[in-house]
T-cell receptor
Framework: GAVVSQHPSRVICKSGTSVKIECRSL??????MFWYRQFPKQSLMLMAT?????????EQGVEKDKFLINHASLTLSTLTVTSAHPEDSSFYIC????????????FGPGTRLTVL | DAKTTQPTSMDCAEGRAANLPCNHS???????VYWYRQIHSQGPQYIIH???NNETNEMASLIITEARKSSTLILPHATLRDTAVYYC?????????????FGTGTRLKVLA
């Protein structure tokens, strides 16, 4: 149980285009999902917290207009990287919170974004 | 900043127990200790968590010191597939604070 999927697993796009990444909790409902970014040889950095039916909460330094987050249902959150640039190339990982205490997070497999 | 400190890297012989330490000296009474691991180019995988008592599941054992200022994750018979970065995280169990703050973790290499 507690499986989280991401789509696509990898994407290559041209500079200036937008890319949407989907995160789904497959066998549980998640009122809260999280988006992380990870650069090579570095740890995961939390970008934003996504709550179903409300606006996402962004961490300091993360541009909300560039990284659009939508959490329209209890099993789906999307991250859209708008007007992508090469510096946005990274490994993007989502997680979903299994609501029963103590609120364990389960992670997706990640999406590798390369912006040319 | 992460509330945990871990050694940067460790080696372990295949078949032997891997003991990964974590220091969380500022942990408070309602905070759980979680362990995850991340195999190269994958998302983190949940391993185990605990509050006060030692815990064991099919993947590992978690030993938490009596004062809760440190813990050790034990992989009883390490295999090559256990090579990964292991993260120790502390976070409150109460509602309203769900964020995980990842430190640098321990890069475990299991040697044949």
């Amino acid at each position: 149980g507690a499986v989280v999927s991401q789509h696509p697993s990898r994407v290559i796009c041209k500079s200036g285009t937008s890319v949407k990444i989907e995160c789904r909790s497959l066998d549980f409902q998640a009122t809260t999902m999280f988006w992380y970014r990870q650069f090579p040889k570095q740890s995961l950095m939390l970008m934003a917290t996504s709550n179903e039916g409300s606006k996402a909460t962004y961490e300091q330094g993360v541009e909300k207009d560039k990284f659009l987050i939508n959490h329209a249902s209890l099993t789906l959150s999307t991250l859209t990287v708008t007007s992508a640039h090469p510096e946005d190339s990274s490994f993007y990982i989502c997680s979903a919170r299994l609501g029963a205490l103590p609120d364990t997070q389960y992670f997706g497999p990640g999406t590798r974004l390369t912006v040319l | 900043d992460a509330k945990t400190t871990q050694p940067t890297s460790m080696d372990c012989a295949e078949g032997r127990a891997a003991n990964l330490p974590c220091n969380h000296s500022t942990i408070s009474g309602n905070e759980y200790v979680y362990w995850y691991r991340q195999i190269h180019s994958q998302g983190p995988q949940y391993i185990i968590h605990g509050l006060k008592n030692n815990e064991t599941n099919e993947m590992a054992s978690l030993i938490i010191t009596e004062a809760r200022k440190s813990s050790t994750l034990i992989l009883p018979h390490a295999t090559l597939r256990d090579t990964a970065v292991y993260y120790c995280i502390v976070r409150p169990a109460t509602s309203g604070t769900y964020k995980y703050i990842f430190g640098t973790g321990t890069r475990l290499k299991v040697l044949a």
